[in-house]
């Protein structure tokens, strides 16, 4: 019996030991792992951390792009306040005008921004740059222009009256009402609004561009005048017009039967001197290509011309009017 017991306690002292030694293997085999996951949660940590700064920079150039449209939209809201913005199609050939209203009257994605008054009349246009017309890429007729016809403003069914453009074909405007005004032939095709359309075509187009049109009442369409204001490369130009025809103003003052025995009509450069208050009709010290003309002097002016001196040479091209 006692020797029985004997071998009983002697199995259980092996298999106390036996379950000893796979406890400690067990947990000998589980410690290497515990720096591998301390490891992985450190690399996680530093990689949240790199990518905080490139998330920050995301995030900052959102901003900066929300920040610019806001700053934009509050521009254009100060601009318009106080008119409706309305959509008007480019070629619409009806003359009503709304008023108090604001029409984008650019061809394509130009913004070119027109004002009515509260009578409905076309009192401003403005735009931040003057982009040509490009026939290449824009659909342009063979006569030069984006429509075929132009709106119907009162005023224009006059025989010595166009509808005019404020800002031409040429220079990207559309023809609706809201850039159709009745004005004066002569003006409209050879005077100085031909010459400004044409320095701006010269230059490649403008930039602060600004017309202010005005009338002699509330009730006509008529404008009595314009004046432009634009940059040209980095000269800003101021331009005055009146809605009537120089030729006829020049001949109602006398300076249309110049004598050519002082100034032969087909002399373009000479050096002697002559007297400009009879040319300059309207007494501002400048001479402009109508006045010339009505005075008996051929286009173009060289620089080598006593006259050229009061006239504008915007292309600096040493000539005036060619």
Same mark, same amino acid.
């Given at each position: 019996?006692?020797?029985?017991?004997?071998?009983?306690?002697?199995?259980?002292?092996?298999?106390?030991?036996?379950?000893?030694?796979?406890?400690?293997?067990?947990?000998?085999?589980?410690?290497?792992?515990?720096?591998?996951?301390?490891?992985?949660?450190?690399?996680?940590?530093?990689?949240?951390?790199?990518?905080?700064?490139?998330?920050?920079?995301?995030?900052?150039?959102?901003?900066?792009?929300?920040?610019?449209?806001?700053?934009?939209?509050?521009?254009?809201?100060?601009?318009?306040?106080?008119?409706?913005?309305?959509?008007?199609?480019?070629?619409?050939?009806?003359?009503?005008?709304?008023?108090?209203?604001?029409?984008?009257?650019?061809?394509?994605?130009?913004?070119?921004?027109?004002?009515?008054?509260?009578?409905?009349?076309?009192?401003?246009?403005?735009?931040?740059?003057?982009?040509?017309?490009?026939?290449?890429?824009?659909?342009?007729? $063979?006569? @030069?222009?984006?429509? =075929?016809?132009?709106? &119907?403003? /009162?005023?224009?069914?006059?025989?010595?009256?166009? +509808? %005019?453009?404020?800002?031409?074909?040429?220079?990207?405007?559309?023809?609706?009402?809201?850039?159709?005004?009745?004005?004066?032939?002569?003006?409209?095709?050879?005077?100085?609004?031909?010459?400004?359309?044409?320095?701006?075509?010269?230059?490649?187009?403008?930039?602060?561009?600004?017309?202010?049109?005005?009338?002699?009442?509330?009730?006509?369409?008529?404008?009595?005048?314009?004046?432009?204001?634009?940059?040209?490369?980095?000269?800003?130009?101021?331009?005055?017009?009146?809605?009537?025809?120089?030729?006829?103003?020049?001949? $109602?003052? @006398?300076?249309?039967? =110049?004598?050519?025995? &002082?100034? /032969?009509?087909?002399?373009?450069?000479?050096?002697? +001197? %002559?007297?400009?208050?009879?040319?300059?009709?309207?007494?501002?010290?400048?001479?402009?290509?109508?006045?010339?003309?009505?005075?008996?002097?051929?286009?173009?002016?060289?620089?080598?011309?006593?006259?050229?001196?009061?006239?504008?040479?915007?292309?600096?091209?040493?000539?005036?009017?060619?």
């Amino acid at each position: 019996m006692k020797k029985k017991l004997n071998y009983l306690m002697l199995l259980i002292t092996i298999i106390f030991m036996v379950g000893c030694t796979d406890v400690e293997d067990a947990s000998g085999a589980e410690e290497p792992t515990k720096p591998q996951e301390e490891t992985t949660v450190n690399t996680d940590e530093e990689q949240a951390e790199e990518s905080e700064p490139e998330e920050e920079k995301v995030n900052s150039k959102d901003e900066e792009s929300t920040t610019a449209v806001a700053e934009e939209s509050e521009t254009d809201d100060e601009q318009f306040q106080g008119y409706d913005l309305i959509e008007v199609d480019g070629g619409d050939l009806s003359g009503h005008r709304e008023s108090k209203v604001v029409v984008d009257i650019g061809f394509g994605d130009r913004e070119y921004w027109a004002f009515t008054n509260e009578y409905g009349q076309l009192v401003r246009i403005i735009a931040d740059e003057i982009i040509l017309q490009d026939d290449n890429s824009e659909p342009v007729l $063979s006569s @030069g222009r984006y429509y =075929s016809d132009e709106a &119907k403003v /009162p005023g224009v069914e006059s025989d010595v009256l166009d +509808e %005019g453009h404020v800002i031409a074909d040429s220079l990207g405007g559309v023809s609706n009402a809201y850039n159709i005004t009745p004005q004066d032939s002569t003006l409209n095709r050879n005077g100085d609004v031909a010459y400004m359309e044409r320095a701006i075509r010269d230059a490649g187009g403008a930039t602060n561009f600004e017309a202010i049109i005005t009338y002699p009442d509330t009730e006509t369409q008529i404008p009595s005048s314009y004046q432009y204001t634009y940059t040209l490369m980095g000269n800003e130009i101021v331009d005055t017009y009146d809605n009537v025809n120089p030729d006829e103003v020049n001949e $109602s003052l @006398g300076l249309t039967d =110049s004598e050519p025995s &002082k100034e /032969p009509s087909n002399s373009t450069g000479s050096n002697s +001197e %002559g007297d400009v208050s009879s040319v300059d009709t309207n007494g501002n010290g400048k001479v402009t290509i109508s006045e010339a003309k009505a005075a008996g002097f051929s286009m173009p002016i060289t620089s080598d011309h006593w006259l050229y001196q009061y006239m504008d040479d915007r292309d600096g091209d040493g000539m005036v009017g060619e």
